[in-house]
């Protein structure tokens, strides 16, 4: 690897990298050749070249440009600039999102930084020289040249990709320390690719973990949901739980994991975990609120039996528990209160559904009132199937489980909708603060 202040940019011919622009999407194209024909250089980038290197199709593709976010706008019709600590475009296709990125620039003094040292703005932009730099890790940090189909490598990233391993662009602990979020992305794509976290990476994670404390926790919650719902969830648990990070996103989920350990939780959490893998190699919609369900549901047992214990009636009980567990979960992670109210849903169905399940030769038309109103339940599906995820680990007979998936046909058509992790509304709007009028006059609409 060379030196940061001496960059050494390797050009590799597409004749012996392999790879050729028609591997991109067709809208990964259009973009990198109206960034061309504007005069802008104009790259692909990051895990697609990543991916497509080792034989596989990405699941999006990112773009790398000298354009200024303004210009890349001005540009496509469908565009908008997003970003505060980072400004990036966003062009919208129908059925694509490409992400167009400037190269940022290596200029430490206008980077705004934390005491710690996190950085919390950075529209700071330059060139490809200094680009690769501010990237993470050496096998995300290719790019591929549009105009002239080479592959650039300043990092030997296409030798780490070949040999898979796992290495922070620079030095390790200073890096996490600019962006504590890179630490749960080293888990991610341990897991997920199969590599190996180099020495020196995996040290320095022991010294920087508790800058994950700083992250905020929208950011926060958005990381975890793509560390679980990336294809390698199952994986990705215990890597993080390896690397010792994993009671930074949830307090006490940690010490209940234990794969060897019968009495933990982790066989209800590896089966949807599993389940939810097996959904994203499907290429079907997942539901973030589920996964959550299910990680939090012995936590939830425990916490009911608690205000059990207190003699507090059963229903009241679960709702309290509920409480106690989404409180727990908000101390690292903003949970969405939609997504929270769908948790819910999916819990407090669960013992009406053991409660007042069908007989095994019960039509739809023979159901009871309340079987009917069960099935009319917002989330009712997922209820049973979350309820079927639990029969697998002997919580709830097979039989329950059959029952009512005669009247709940299990999710897994393309035509499911999926359910959004974050959206803008989650993030509510910020209050304007009232102006005083000079002269200590209010108005009385003010006061």
């Not at 020196?200 to 719902?229: G, M, N, W, Y």
């Not at 975990?273 to 994203?280: I, M, Q």
């Not at 992670?333 to 997504?339: A, D, E, G, V, Y």
């Not at 309820?387 to 329950?400: F, H, W, Y």
């Amino acid at each position: 690897m060379s030196d940061k202040t001496t960059p050494i940019q390797t050009r590799i011919p597409a004749e012996t990298h392999g790879i050729s622009l028609n591997d991109l999407s067709e809208n990964a194209r259009f973009v990198l050749e109206r960034l061309h024909e504007g005069g802008f250089e104009a790259y692909a980038v990051g895990g697609c070249v990543r991916d497509l290197l080792r034989g596989r199709h990405p699941k999006d593709f990112d773009v790398v440009t000298d354009a200024r976010p303004e210009q890349v706008k001005r540009l496509f019709k469908r565009a908008r600039i997003i970003g505060r600590r980072f400004k990036i475009v966003h062009v919208v296709f129908r059925d694509e999102l490409i992400e167009v990125t400037t190269f940022r620039g290596g200029d430490a003094a206008e980077v705004k930084r934390a005491d710690g040292g996190m950085i919390t703005r950075d529209n700071v932009f330059g060139t490809i020289d200094e680009d690769v730099w501010r990237r993470d890790f050496a096998c995300n940090a290719l790019y591929l040249d549009f105009a002239s189909g080479e592959l650039v490598d300043y990092v030997e990233g296409l030798t780490d990709i070949h040999s898979g391993r796992l290495r922070v662009i620079g030095e390790p602990e200073s890096r996490y320390r600019e962006d504590p979020v890179r630490m749960l992305r080293a888990a991610r794509f341990a897991a997920k690719l199969g590599f190996h976290l180099t020495d020196d990476s995996e040290r320095a994670i022991a010294h920087c973990r508790d800058t994950i404390a700083d992250i905020a926790p929208a950011r926060l919650f958005d990381e975890t949901v793509k560390l679980l719902q990336g294809g390698a969830g199952r994986q990705t648990v215990l890597e993080l739980k390896r690397l010792g990070l994993l009671a930074y996103l949830f307090d006490d989920l940690a010490t209940w994991i234990e794969p060897n350990d019968p009495a933990s939780d982790w066989e209800l959490i590896q089966a949807v975990l599993e389940a939810t893998d097996d959904r994203v190699a499907k290429d079907l919609p997942v539901n973030p609120a589920f996964l959550f369900a299910g990680l939090f549901w012995r936590m939830l047992g425990r916490r009911r039996m608690h205000w059990l214990h207190q003699r507090v009636p059963a229903d009241d009980a679960l709702v309290l528990a509920a409480d106690d567990v989404l409180a727990v979960a908000a101390r690292r992670l903003m949970i969405p209160r939609r997504l929270a109210e769908i948790i819910r849903a999916i819990w407090s169905l669960q013992p009406e559904l053991e409660r007042d399940s069908p007989s095994a030769n019960q039509t739809a038309s023979s159901l009871s009132d309340e079987q009917k109103a069960l099935t009319t339940a917002p989330w009712f599906r997922a209820a049973v199937d979350f309820l079927c995820l639990r029969s697998r680990t002997r919580e709830v007979d097979q039989s329950i489980c059959e029952a009512w998936r005669r009247h709940a046909p299990e999710r897994g058509g393309a035509e499911d909708a999926s359910v959004d992790a974050l959206k803008p509304s989650d993030f509510g709007k910020k209050r304007r603060r009232r102006r005083r009028r000079s002269g200590g006059n209010r108005q009385k609409a003010g006061v």
